[in-house]
């Protein structure tokens, strides 16, 4: 089965600052990535999505991401971050051999601090 | 907003009750899912339907039990719940489920506490 992996459960950064928030993955064909966001007391928002072609995707509230194959990552970025930035991200990758179902990883908190 | 609704957001359930989750969608979707969502776990997927057809079941105990009357609307019945089951739930949508390039959309999520 495809999956992802999220390492850190908790990443702070100061408001301003850039961000990077890590996935890594493992597929067994071409990978199809997702990042979304989850705001307290909210569902998830899709963020992102790499399917083919460049290597940085550019997504939702100022997000890119970066195509790693030869890391296989997918790693999210924020040139600069802003406190409302604050939330649960997770990464998600197509899985190829249980019906092309979403698997999620299990996120990872952003804190953005003023 | 996504443009999946949910209610309610949030229930508080002993483990005799019978209780329902709603779910609509207004994206003219063709599919739905349920979701159940703990601290620091992946995201897992319950339940799946594709116009109208429940297509995934993935080893979820028999007191869940989904509905899905036409494709905007989706529910999850609850009966003798265990504490193990407080979490939260969430719906999503998605166009052509087997379309692997679309993302789904989410609802904002029930809440349950089994006492």
């Not at chain 1, 509230?61 to 406190?83: C, D, I, M, R």
């Not at chain 2, 969608?25 to 995201?43: F, R």
């Not at chain 2, 339940?47 to 869940?64: A, C, D, H, I, M």
Request: glycine fraction near 6%; charge should be neutral.
């Amino acid at each position: 089965a495809q999956s992802v992996a999220q390492p850190e459960d908790q990443v702070n950064v100061a408001e301003g600052n850039p961000l990077t928030v890590k996935c890594t993955y493992s597929v067994s064909g071409n990978p199809y990535l997702f990042w979304y966001v989850q705001y307290p007391n909210r569902g998830l928002q899709f963020l992102l999505k790499y399917i083919t072609g460049d290597n940085l995707v550019k997504g939702s509230y100022g997000f890119e991401a970066e195509f790693n194959k030869s890391q296989t990552s997918f790693h999210l970025k924020k040139p600069s971050a802003l406190v409302s930035d604050s939330a649960l991200y997770f990464c998600a990758v197509r899985d190829w051999d249980n019906n092309n179902d979403m698997r999620f990883g299990a996120g990872t908190r952003l804190t953005v601090k003023p | 907003e996504t443009g999946v609704t949910q209610t309610p957001r949030h229930l508080v359930m002993g483990m005799t009750n019978k209780k329902s989750l709603k779910c609509e969608q207004h994206l003219g979707h063709n599919a739905m899912y349920w979701y159940k969502q703990s601290a620091k776990k992946p995201l897992e997927l319950m339940f799946v339907y594709s116009l109208e057809e429940r297509v995934e079941n993935n080893s979820v105990p028999s007191r869940f039990s989904p509905e899905c009357p036409n494709s905007s609307h989706l529910f999850l019945h609850l009966h003798t719940l265990q504490p193990e089951d407080s979490a939260l739930y969430l719906c999503a949508s998605s166009q052509d489920r087997r379309t692997t390039y679309n993302e789904q959309f989410f609802g904002p999520g029930t809440r349950l506490t089994v006492l």
